[in-house]
Each structure stands twice: as C-alpha cells, then as structure tokens.
C-alpha cells in the first residue's frame, strides 16, 4: 500500500531541511553546471512553466505503458482503475485525450485542500503528487500532501535566490551570475 508512512519514511519537516541544505550547497557552486530537476522545476514556475506534473497545476502527462499495451493515467497508478485501454485496440493519442485521462488530470486541481488553495508556495508546489496527498490538514480536511512541511521550507526557502535567477534569465542573462553576488 502506498499510502503509508513508516518508520522509514522521511518526515515533510526532514525532507525540507534536506532540500534546503542541498539548494544551498548547488546555489553558491553549482548552478549551471549540475542540474537538480527539482531545483529546475523551482526555477521554471517563475516563468509559469511546470515540466513536471508533480508540481504542475495539473497532472496526466506521466502516462505508463506496459509490454502488453496497456495504458494507464500515471506511472504512479498502474491499477485497474487508471487503465485507459490497450494501444493494440486503441489510438494511443485517443487514449491521452480521452475524457477518463483529461478528468485525471483535472481532479489534481479541483481536489486541492483550502490550506493549499491560500498556499504562499502554490505557485511552485500545487500540492505536489496526488499519491502523496494522504495527510489531513490542522482543520482535518483531507488530500494534504504529507510532504507539505517540507516543501513549503524549501520553495519559501529558494524563493528569493529563483527570484533573482529568473530576473537574470529576463534580462538576457545566465542564471549562474548568482553565484558571484553576494
């Protein structure tokens, strides 16, 4: 079952002091030589561009295909309720577009919780992945991303050093001049 948190399992709170750690690290040394999809994904929702779905205002573009053709909304619900159909007996592009795969995708939005709606961060996060969103928020309203702690460090955390890499990239110029401001 994948909507469970173990004892193994990071904590929101630990996954944000990582991430923070991390983005510091890359900031001061590495920006433009070592690419961190997260950090890059950060950076393209100042631009509103999402290239990820986990952090896209909407998902299903992450589709899984199986060796027997079997199609399915996301990579992270190959279960029979996610199942399109087969590519040998329908167009794949007809599958993508078909009304079960676009409301999919749109049920990320339109279930967002009010805590994450207000979210200072949503314009980086949108709640992250729908199979994360297991957690409650203080208010009990369920689809809370239990991961939320620490991705609402992280992006407030990286938000002025994205700011000024995306004001740089405006100005023609390459977001690694970062690394020589102080």
Not at 151 to 176: N, Q, V
Request: aromatic share 8%.
């Amino acid at each position: 079952d994948g909507n469970l948190v173990t004892s193994r399992s990071i904590s929101g709170r630990q996954y944000g002091e990582f991430l923070c750690a991390v983005f510091d690290e890359w900031v001061s040394r590495d920006v433009g030589d070592v690419f961190v999809q997260l950090f890059d994904v950060t950076l393209g929702a100042h631009f509103d561009l999402h290239s990820l779905c986990v952090h896209a205002p909407t998902c299903g573009s992450a589709l899984a295909l199986e060796h027997n053709g079997d199609l399915y909304s996301c990579d992270h619900f190959v279960e029979p309720d996610h199942l399109l159909g087969n590519i040998h007996d329908t167009p794949m592009v007809d599958l993508v577009s078909s009304p079960q795969q676009v409301a999919f995708g749109r049920h990320k939005l339109e279930s967002l919780p009010r805590m994450c709606i207000e979210c200072d961060v949503r314009y980086a996060c949108h709640g992250g992945c729908p199979k994360d969103r297991f957690a409650t928020t203080p208010e009990g309203e369920p689809g809370l991303n239990h991961l939320c702690d620490g991705y609402k460090s992280f992006f407030a955390h990286s938000e002025p050093k994205m700011r000024i890499m995306a004001d740089l990239i405006r100005d023609g110029r390459f977001a690694d001049e970062i690394m020589h401001q102080r």
